[in-house]
């Protein structure tokens, strides 16, 4: 079957083909420690799951308004104008099947042949992926250890060219636990008004903050024409199963991102929207007791990278991954990757699954216990003892 030109310019996850091949050998006997994927290790809330039960033995199995039903818009607009001391309106917020379809459609609707993106990197795969899948194409902003790997906003006005059309950000940071300051949020918005950019805001990891407080570029003056923010239920609340995502941006960008979602997955399970009006609406415990047992699995993992000669850690800020530098270990970051998992059973991630400047770096996923990631520490001091 000949396919067509553009699915050669697709990339994938490779979280989940490491996945994949972590199974296949465990199914021959073999233990391996996940450190791979990004998806909290905790169950949902309950006051969560009931109000998704009690929703389908109500009868909300049917289709809902492309866009989600007006309960869940309404609570999605409060609660992210609270959060960022913003006013949203629900007509702004579009509701889909986890927050990957929000990069799609904004990247589809605005993005065209001749166009240029510029996406951090390292930075999550789908951004450059949808990028060069749409025609456009991808100019990365490098993400640097010296730079406590925040997005350098000097080198972000040089990249900046006539053909620019969207700016991506994502503050915490996936792969690298980054925080952007304010001042970086600040010079940011500036260029973006003054070139007159769209930016796509991905704060999926908002709520997973361990100092200081969330800051978006939706909150600078001339910002709220023309930011998509993009946010969602899968890691705050413990729902990756669950694909719970929305964007809120400007009115005017909203029906044709509706339109693009009538045209794919027609709408977001109703159901599903049920228990996110409740994950929004109800407490905040089972959020705040996840953060906490995150910030103390950080402080054990970093504490224990830091110790094993050869390999270095910073200290990440948000989400829940670690981003070690391997680039002393004698292979590059993809082969030291495959030899932790083949040889000491610790899964973990390549630094360039993420993008080129990922090279040197592995990531992995403190999404695991303390018992666990001790485990793992000292599988992988053994292997590097292995190499000398």
Request: net charge negative.
């Amino acid at each position: 079957m000949k396919l067509a030109q553009r699915m050669g310019r697709l990339g994938t996850e490779t979280a989940f083909e490491v996945l994949a091949r972590a199974r296949a050998l465990e199914a021959k006997g073999k233990t391996v420690i996940h450190l791979e994927i990004g998806e909290p290790d905790f169950d949902t809330p309950a006051h969560v799951i009931e109000a998704g039960t009690t929703a389908l033995r109500s009868g909300y199995t049917h289709y809902s308004p492309s866009p989600g039903i007006g309960e869940l818009r309404e609570s999605i607009a409060r609660f992210a104008g609270r959060k960022r001391g913003l006013t949203f309106s629900p007509e702004q917020v579009v509701v889909t099947p986890g927050g990957k379809p929000i990069m799609f459609f904004v990247i589809l609707a605005l993005a065209e042949e001749g166009d240029e993106v510029i996406y951090p990197n390292p930075g999550f795969p789908i951004y450059e992926s949808m990028i060069s899948f749409v025609g456009a194409t991808p100019v990365p902003i490098p993400l640097r250890e010296e730079n406590a790997f925040r997005l350098d906003v000097d080198e972000l006005a040089r990249k900046i060219t006539p053909r620019t059309r969207l700016v991506i950000i994502n503050s915490p940071q996936n792969p690298t636990g980054s925080v952007l300051e304010r001042s970086d949020v600040a010079g940011i918005a500036e260029l973006a008004v003054r070139h007159d950019l769209v930016v796509l805001s991905d704060e999926i990891y908002s709520e997973i903050l361990y100092d200081g407080e969330h800051v978006s570029i939706a909150q600078f003056p001339g910002m709220a024409e023309r930011t998509i923010i993009l946010d969602g239920f899968s890691k705050t609340y413990a729902m990756t199963g669950w694909r719970l995502g929305y964007g809120i941006m400007p009115l005017e960008l909203a029906p044709h991102i509706t339109r693009l979602v009538t045209n794919s997955v027609s709408c977001t399970a109703t159901f599903v929207q049920r228990a996110g009006i409740a994950a929004l609406e109800g407490p905040m415990d089972d959020v705040q007791g996840m953060v906490e047992e995150f910030r103390r699995r950080r402080q054990v993992i970093v504490d224990g990278l830091n110790a094993i000669p050869r390999l270095r850690c910073t200290m990440p800020r948000g989400a829940f991954y670690a981003f070690p530098y391997v680039g002393n270990v004698g292979m590059d970051c993809r082969a030291f990757a495959d030899y932790l998992l083949n040889d000491a059973g610790v899964a973990t991630l390549a630094g360039t699954s993420f993008g080129a400047f990922g090279e040197g770096y592995l990531r992995l996923s403190y999404a695991n216990s303390v018992a666990n990631l001790q485990m793992a520490l000292d599988r992988i001091e053994h292997a590097v003892q292995k190499l000398r």
